[in-house]
T-cell receptor, first 115, second 116 residues
Framework: EPEVTQTPSHQVTQMGQEVILRCVPISNHLYFYWYRQILGQKVEFLVSFYNNEISEKSEIFDDQFSVERPDGSNFTLKIRSTKLEDSAMYFC?????????????FGPGTRLTVL | AQKVTQAQTEISVVEKEDVTLDCVYETRDTTYYLFWYKQPPSGELVFLIRRNSFDEQNEISGRYSWNFQKSTSSFNFTITASQVVDSAVYFCALRVGSSNTGKLIFGQGTTLQVKP
């Protein structure tokens, strides 16, 4: 069964460094999302992406964040200059064609630790 | 504003007990979708069920059942005869029809511990 994949599973970085989190959504999906979950807290929406552009972003998604779908298969989240409070689990998700009311399929997550 | 409230932070039961996880949502949209996801200790998010606002039929899937009541804005989840493998964090989530992106709004989650 197709699934969303994410790499790396765990990333450790120093404060101020740039990180790129990678996702490969399910191949025929059209809507893509990033969410984050700070340890022990709820899952929070960061950004949605459709038709090669951002369709919505949350207050969390400030100028330090960017997303890209560089080659039609990968979907990346870049954090330009990481802060301690960026430490969290980051989930990528995608939704199949037919409408975004379909369930979102989540990847296994990337745990980002900022030291 | 859209919001999901899961008032139960943690629940602990003994195996074979039935347990109900509560979810209350807020939205002014007439079209919306409700979801439950399970997050086992390994951390991934596992889809369990989706319900749209026009379908108030309760659903049963094996030991799992869901009770959707628009009158009380609730979408509760019951596990019958709980098992240790049910131990996880369970999230209720809302997607509103007026959103043109389909983002999910999650509740705080309920941690369920099933003891042998």
């Amino acid at each position: 069964e197709p699934e969303v994949t994410q790499t790396p599973s765990h990333q450790v970085t120093q404060m101020g460094q740039e990180v790129i989190l990678r996702c490969v959504p399910i191949s025929n999906h059209l809507y893509f999302y990033w969410y984050r979950q700070i340890l022990g807290q709820k899952v929070e929406f960061l950004v949605s992406f459709y038709n090669n552009e951002i369709s919505e972003k949350s207050e969390i998604f400030d100028d330090q964040f960017s997303v890209e779908r560089p080659d039609g298969s990968n979907f990346t989240l870049k954090i330009r200059s990481t802060k301690l409070e960026d430490s969290a689990m980051y989930f990528c998700a995608s939704t199949p064609p037919g409408g975004f009311y379909n369930e979102q399929f989540f990847g296994p997550g990337t745990r980002l630790t900022v030291l | 504003a859209q919001k999901v409230t899961q008032a139960q932070t943690e629940i602990s039961v003994v195996e074979k007990e039935d347990v109900t996880l509560d979810c209350v949502y807020e939205t002014r949209d007439t079209t919306y979708y409700l979801f439950w996801y399970k997050q086992p200790p390994s951390g991934e998010l596992v889809f369990l069920i989706r319900r749209n606002s026009f379908d108030e039929q309760n659903e049963i899937s094996g030991r799992y059942s869901w009770n959707f009541q628009k009158s009380t804005s609730s979408f509760n989840f019951t596990i019958t005869a709980s098992q240790v493998v049910d131990s996880a964090v369970y999230f209720c989530a809302l997607r509103v029809g007026s959103s043109n992106t389909g983002k999910l709004i999650f509740g705080q989650g309920t941690t369920l511990q099933v003891k042998p």
